[in-house]
């Protein structure tokens, strides 16, 4: 017996693809993690050579996950393991730069979400994250950013942008940046005058 010539080069060229995908994602995301730990050590050696009183704190959670607390907040990045699609009805579906090559849209994904720091150390596990942006990075690592305000706005150029260690520091300091200046709102008082 043998096999369909069509649907094994179907398997063997997607799954090199999406093997090509996650090793991108991969090394992005160790990247990120390196980075993230030299800017926060950054801000520790500030912190301790002037009066300034803020808490810095980078701490690792597994091989796809690490946190870093500044002030009042947390900053959790997650690379998820998956290779995703573009869906067809994305607009960068219809940019020339995919058009050309339709494997590169299929992306590896980092999630940044945003936590208050007292959510974790009081384990309110009612307390809700934000995802304030996810990166997509294609074969080619190229990338694109979905997000809040700075996020979503400097960094939406699939065609032209690559990732790279001086892409990732901008990123991560347009994190921090969003996230200091998300402040927490009262919520109205009918919202919360009945409590469980």
Do not use: W
């Not at 398997?11 to 730990?37: G, M, R």
């Not at 009805?89 to 980092?110: F, K, P, V, W």
């Not at 990732?168 to 998300?182: D, L, M, P, V």
């Amino acid at each position: 017996m043998d096999l369909n010539e069509s649907l094994k080069k179907l398997v063997f060229e997607k799954s090199q693809l999406k093997q090509l995908v996650y090793s991108n994602t991969l090394q992005a995301f160790k990247q990120f993690h390196d980075t993230t730990a030299e800017i926060i050590s950054l801000f520790e050696s500030e912190n301790q050579s002037s009066s300034h009183v803020v808490n810095f704190k980078f701490s690792d959670r597994g091989d796809f996950e690490f946190e870093v607390q500044f002030a009042g907040d947390i900053l959790v990045f997650l690379m998820h393991t998956n290779v995703f699609e573009i869906p067809r009805n994305h607009d960068l579906m219809r940019t020339q730069y995919i058009r050309e090559d339709t494997t590169r849209s299929y992306c590896g994904i980092i999630h940044i979400y945003n936590f208050l720091a007292d959510s974790f150390k009081y384990q309110r596990d009612n307390d809700l994250g934000y995802l304030i942006g996810r990166i997509f990075i294609n074969k080619d690592q190229h990338y694109f950013i979905e997000g809040k305000r700075e996020l979503g706005m400097l960094y939406n150029n699939f065609n032209t942008s690559v990732l790279n260690q001086d892409a990732i520091q901008s990123i991560i300091e347009s994190a921090i940046e969003y996230t200091t200046n998300f402040d927490l709102l009262t919520p109205p008082f009918d919202e919360i005058k009945v409590i469980p």
